[in-house]
């Protein structure tokens, strides 16, 4: 059965540092997103992405973050300059299926 | 909108017994509804999908749920609880045409022998 993956697993940076989060999705599907779980929250969405742009995004997705698809199988999410609020685990979904998560620690 | 209400945050329940796991839904038209369930420090599985089909959906692990419009609802049950069922629930809305998730606050459920 196809499955999103994500890696890395879990990723540590120092707050102002850029981080990326990779995801591939399950590959003949065309809408692709980003979902992020701040600890003991519920899960929040960041961005859809569709036919190689993104087709929507939530006011958490702010300047700082940008999303694309270098290649035809790899979705990343990228934090320009991390904040310690952007610690959280961050869900790539493929339609109704998600990957495992990143979890980012921002020290 | 398309919104989504889990009545409780937290639902304790003996091994062996029932549970239920409410959740009201919010919706202009005819939703798509999910439930999914996060075990600690893992990743989120989809339990069941209600699309306009049956009313009453079945799932994984002996999970279903009814969808009823008249009061919007859309509970989680299960006849006899596990202590491999203790874990988060989410009750989930889609929106439409693009499958953009909305998800619920959660319930923590916790099993005890």
């Known amino acids: 059965e196809p499955e999103v993956t994500q890696t890395p697993s879990h990723q540590v940076t120092q707050m102002g540092q850029e981080v990326i989060l990779r995801c591939v999705p399950i590959?003949?599907?065309?809408?692709f997103y980003w979902y992020r779980q701040i600890l003991g929250q519920k899960v929040e969405f960041l961005v859809s992405?569709?036919?190689?742009?993104?087709?929507?995004k939530s006011e958490i997705f702010d300047d700082q973050f940008s999303v694309e698809r270098p290649d035809g199988s790899n979705f990343t999410l990228k934090i320009r300059s991390t904040k310690l609020e952007d610690s959280a685990m961050y869900f790539c979904?493929?339609?109704?299926?998600f990957g495992p998560g990143t979890r980012l620690t921002v020290l | 909108a398309q919104s989504v209400t889990q009545l409780d945050s937290h639902v304790s329940v003996s091994e062996g017994t029932p549970v239920l796991l409410r959740c009201n839904y919010s919706?202009?038209?005819?939703?798509?509804l999910f439930w999914y369930v996060q075990h600690p420090n893992k990743g989120l599985q989809l339990l069941l999908k209600?699309?306009?089909?049956?009313?009453l959906v079945k799932g994984i692990n002996g999970f279903e749920a009814e969808f009823k419009k008249s009061e919007t609802s859309f509970h989680l049950t299960k006849p006899s609880a596990h202590m491999s069922d203790a874990a988060e629930y989410f009750c989930?809305?889609?929106?439409?045409?693009?499958?953009?998730?909305?998800f619920g606050t959660g319930t923590r459920l916790q099993v005890f022998p």
């Open positions: 919706s202009s038209y005819s939703p798509s």
């Open positions: 590959s003949n599907h065309l809408y």
């Open positions: 992405f569709y036919n190689n742009e993104i087709s929507e």
């Open positions: 989930v809305v889609s929106e439409r045409n693009t499958d953009k998730l909305i």
């Open positions: 979904a493929s339609k109704k299926f």
């Open positions: 209600y699309t306009s089909a049956a009313t």
